[in-house]
């Protein structure tokens, strides 16, 4: 019964898929025009699907750009070029030097609280130095709604973080084995998912797959861009099939819950991965447990919705530390290899 249902939603969700793509389709080919994307950035993505046809390639240059030094401009980013001299840890309030702070990736020597961290000093705690190549996915910034300095606080985000959108993505190598990694950046609109973050996040499927590599993602987002309206929330069924297929193709899919994880996020991709780890004391659910305290009336079990109790739960498969992050990560692809072998 179970999987009957199961298999109804899938059903569901890849027709979903399908209206969707023909949807956008035909807004890039200029035969809908919503102003979402003009007809010289259309063919460009056109290209750039039509190319996912010629399997097998190992020149990656097609659809990621080539690797940046550390010492890159690109390399850094606001926390590193920051000169203050403490930082204030979020949950004990203790101030702690920022040169041990940085050191530690963020998390509290004092009482362990995994403090914020950007996306690019998350990429580069995480890959082997000089091997991340930022996957090729240019989304022009789009504004359905119209809604007031929308476009504009996006260029401004895009100058502040050196991000172009809520997520980064690119193939990188954890102690010499080769991965997508995606890592949400909660700098930037609180990782909110628009178009862009959806297709970014879907295109990185596809190219997983073109290239036989695993997809490991960090999720952390307020939800949905309320921004954009409807279209957000179109990007939970894309993303949604895209990591079906992906599943349906052999990929191996690792999502690594990081504080926040929740609303439409949640609700999509970041519950379908084949390994789900969670950073401790991450908050993981849809609604906040304030709301849902006020919906039901009722007050909530101690630790509700953090990693811990997700876990005990049975949504998180194991809680890793940050500090061991890296090795946990190269031990799955190592095992994953192995699985691909002995077949
Ligand atoms: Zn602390």
């Known amino acids: 019964m179970r999987e009957k249902k199961q298999m109804y939603i899938n059903q ?3 027709d ?8 956008c389709q035909k807004i890039r080919s200029g035969v809908m025009t919503m102003g979402i994307f003009s007809k010289e950035e259309s063919s460009g993505r056109k290209e750039s699907r ?55 990736l963020s998390v509290c020597p004092e009482c362990g609280a995994h403090n914020k961290i950007s996306a690019k000093r998350r990429i580069r705690s ?72 959806g297709e970014k996040i879907t295109h990185a499927f596809e190219i997983a797959d073109k ?14 861009r309320m921004q954009e309206g409807i279209l957000s929330l179109m990007q939970m ?27 439409g996020v949640s609700a999509s991709f970041a519950m379908l991965g084949d390994i789900t780890l969670a950073e401790p004391g991450a908050l993981i659910g849809f609604a906040g447990p304030r709301v849902i305290e006020q919906t039901i009336g009722q007050k909530l079990p101690a630790g ?11 949504f998180v498969d194991q809680i890793v530390p940050r500090g061991e992050m890296r090795e946990t990560l190269s031990q799955i692809l190592r095992l994953h290899e192995k699985r691909r072998w002995s077949l």
């Open 50 to 104: 039509r190319s996912l046809q010629s399997k097998g390639s190992s020149d990656y240059s097609e659809d990621f750009e080539s690797a940046v030094s550390r010492d890159n401009k690109e390399g850094t980013d606001q926390q590193d070029t920051n000169s203050m001299e403490t930082i204030t840890c979020s949950s004990c309030k203790k101030e702690i030097a920022a040169e041990l702070m940085r050191k530690e």
């Open 237 to 263: 069924a894309k993303t949604s099939a895209a990591a079906q297929r992906f599943g349906e193709h052999g990929g191996l899919y690792v999502v690594a819950l990081t504080h926040p994880t929740t609303g």
């Open 12 to 14: 569901r969700l890849r």
């Open 126 to 197: 995480l890959v082997d130095p000089g091997t991340f190549r930022k996957l090729k996915c240019p989304v022009p910034v789009v504004d359905p709604l119209g809604y007031p300095d929308y476009k504009n606080k996006i260029h401004d985000l895009q100058d502040k973080t050196g991000l172009d959108e809520a997520v980064l993505i690119g193939m990188g190598e954890i102690e010499g084995r080769k991965a997508m990694i995606g890592v949400m950046g909660s700098e930037f609109l609180m990782a909110s998912m628009g178009i862009a973050v």
């Open 211 to 224: 290239y036989k590599l695993p997809f490991i993602i960090f999720t952390a987002s307020g939800g949905a």
């Open 16 to 23: 979903l898929y399908i209206c969707f793509s023909h949807f």
């Open 304 to 314: 509700f919705q953090r990693a811990e109790f997700q876990e005990d739960h049975g």
